[in-house]
């Protein structure tokens, strides 16, 4: 039986229901799992046919709600909580050792968790809280816990929730990520850089993992979540015409997607085969999109706009590629070397 075909208006579940087969008997990790958000719906939608759930979050009462909700809409779901703080790079790896104590393999990790904006703000690590979240952390995490991911005959995958807005960027500031500096910093821009990391991560993951590790990136669409209801990043986003003046989404400005629609791209990018000879890719509306990653996250050289002497020992003329470079930086910040 033809898969059946996803689009813009897709529902979570639907891909799920769809998907069914392919999520049979898989044990997936998603980061970021609160009540009105894309992790939530994600981890609801997949519980329904997964063999396991492992939902995370740094607020045990909320992970405890997320967790009950779950088990009331989906009776028999096998779900799992795990506190997890992916701004500490401490609470990621007591949350990897946990994982890793596991007496299953992880076949799907999803990276869903962000900041969300706000104004300056460093880890107790000393990172900027927004990169820390969405990246260190999660590369952390990936790092800690590749055992589990290649502990069965399945390829795991690995997806990385990023956004359009990586596009809106010039660059990934790889100084930043390890000295952040407040004089510098802009929470537009910095959000941005976040995303682009996640898009470069993904890519460079399946690259080198040389075929061991299928990661994907992915827009999940304009979506009203918790996130954007976040006092500071409100504001943001009602200066940027996102939210009207009343904090409602601004229909006439962006086309919004329900929470369901939203997470829908996320369980493409987790189990449809027909994208499984495409590793690296970028999704967007439940079908690979390459041609809407940003050059500044695909060139293979280009010239960067500041110094990389301190961090990366080579120059902006390298051969290296932006991705190898972030790469290169993040192991320097986690203090881990990546390998398979």
Same mark, same amino acid.
């Given at each position: 039986?033809?898969f059946?075909?996803f689009t813009?208006?897709t529902?979570?579940?639907?891909?799920?229901?769809g998907?069914?087969e392919?999520?049979?008997?898989?044990?997936?990790?998603?980061?970021?799992?609160?009540?009105?958000?894309?992790?939530?719906?994600?981890?609801r939608?997949?519980?329904?046919?997964?063999?396991?759930?492992?939902?995370?979050?740094?607020?045990?009462?909320?992970?405890?709600?997320?967790?009950?909700?779950i088990?009331?809409?989906?009776?028999?779901?096998?779900?799992?909580?795990?506190?997890?703080?992916?701004?500490?790079?401490?609470?990621v790896?007591?949350?990897?050792?946990?994982v890793?104590?596991?007496?299953? @393999?992880?076949?799907?990790? +999803?990276?869903?968790?962000?900041? /969300?904006? &706000?104004?300056?703000? *460093?880890? !107790?690590d000393? =990172?900027?809280i927004?990169?820390?979240?969405?990246?260190?952390?999660?590369?952390?995490?990936?790092?800690?816990?590749a055992?589990?991911?290649?502990?069965?005959?399945?390829?795991?995958h690995?997806?990385?929730?990023?956004?359009?807005?990586h596009?809106?960027?010039?660059?990934?500031?790889?100084?930043?990520?390890?000295?952040?500096?407040?004089?510098k910093?802009?929470?537009?821009?910095?959000?941005?850089?976040a995303?682009?990391?996640?898009?470069?991560?993904?890519?460079?993951?399946?690259?080198?993992?040389?075929?061991?590790?299928?990661?994907y990136?992915?827009?999940p669409?304009?979506v009203?979540?918790?996130?954007?209801?976040?006092?500071?990043?409100?504001?943001?986003?009602?200066?940027?015409?996102?939210?009207?003046?009343?904090?409602? @989404?601004?229909?006439s400005? +962006?086309?919004?997607?329900?929470? /369901?629609? &939203?997470?829908?791209? *996320?369980? !493409?990018?987790? =189990?449809?085969?027909?994208?499984?000879?495409?590793?690296?890719?970028?999704?967007?509306?439940?079908?690979?999109?390459?041609?809407?990653?940003?050059?500044?996250?695909?060139?293979?050289?280009?010239?960067?706009?500041?110094?990389?002497?301190v961090?990366?020992?080579?120059?902006?003329?390298?051969?290296?590629?932006?991705?190898?470079?972030l790469?290169?930086?993040?192991?320097q910040?986690?203090?881990?070397?990546f390998?398979?």
């Amino acid at each position: 039986m033809p898969f059946p075909t996803f689009t813009a208006s897709t529902t979570a579940e639907e891909v799920a229901d769809g998907l069914a087969e392919q999520i049979h008997g898989k044990n997936v990790l998603i980061t970021g799992t609160s009540l009105n958000g894309i992790g939530f719906e994600t981890a609801r939608t997949i519980a329904k046919h997964a063999n396991l759930v492992i939902i995370t979050g740094y607020n045990s009462e909320r992970l405890k709600l997320s967790e009950e909700t779950i088990r009331k809409d989906v009776p028999g779901a096998n779900v799992r909580p795990l506190i997890l703080d992916l701004s500490s790079l401490a609470a990621v790896r007591k949350a990897a050792e946990e994982v890793n104590a596991y007496p299953e @393999p992880i076949h799907v990790l +999803i990276h869903n968790a962000a900041h /969300g904006g &706000g104004p300056f703000q *460093t880890t !107790v690590d000393g =990172f900027e809280i927004q990169m820390a979240t969405a990246h260190i952390g999660p590369f952390l995490l990936t790092k800690l816990i590749a055992p589990k991911l290649l502990a069965s005959d399945y390829i795991a995958h690995v997806v990385v929730v990023s956004s359009i807005a990586h596009s809106a960027g010039t660059s990934v500031n790889l100084d930043a990520v390890m000295e952040p500096k407040p004089e510098k910093y802009l929470n537009r821009s910095a959000y941005e850089e976040a995303k682009s990391a996640n898009v470069l991560f993904a890519a460079e993951l399946s690259r080198r993992s040389g075929g061991k590790i299928k990661a994907y990136s992915l827009h999940p669409g304009a979506v009203f979540t918790n996130i954007m209801q976040k006092a500071d990043n409100k504001t943001d986003l009602i200066n940027m015409g996102v939210l009207n003046s009343e904090g409602r @989404p601004n229909e006439s400005a +962006i086309p919004f997607k329900t929470i /369901g629609q &939203g997470a829908a791209t *996320t369980v !493409v990018a987790a =189990f449809d085969p027909r994208i499984d000879a495409q590793p690296g890719s970028y999704l967007v509306d439940c079908i690979v999109a390459n041609e809407q990653v940003a050059s500044h996250c695909k060139d293979p050289v280009r010239n960067l706009p500041f110094s990389l002497d301190v961090i990366v020992c080579v120059s902006p003329s390298s051969s290296q590629d932006t991705a190898k470079k972030l790469w290169t930086v993040t192991e320097q910040a986690v203090d881990e070397k990546f390998t398979f």
